[in-house]
């Protein structure tokens, strides 16, 4: 029992170091952004994640606001 869990964590170690040779070793270097809004293609054609879409469209007016406005 003693060994698996050993030998577990080992593994953890080597594959968290393999994950982090290029941070390490590279001047300022970082994790790949891999958020939708990190793509540019993605960008030049306006797709967003969903909770950036849904608060994009609850800050829209609809019509009925924009008349009531104009009748003030």
């Known amino acids: ?3 698996t869990l050993l ?3 080992i593994i953890l ?3 968290v170091v393999l994950l982090s040779v ?3 070793l590279k001047k300022g270097g970082m994790f790949p952004n891999t958020h939708i ?3 540019a293609a993605l960008r ?3 797709i967003y994640c969903a909770k950036t879409q849904a608060r994009r469209d ?3 007016r609809n019509l009925y ?3 009531n406005e104009i009748e003030k």
């Open 1 to 3: 029992m003693l060994t």
């Open 7 to 9: 030998l577990t964590v």
């Open 13 to 15: 170690v080597i594959c």
């Open 22 to 24: 290029k941070i390490l």
């Open 37 to 39: 809004e990190g793509n």
């Open 44 to 46: 030049k054609k306006g």
């Open 58 to 60: 609850s800050m829209q």
């Open 65 to 67: 606001d924009r008349l």
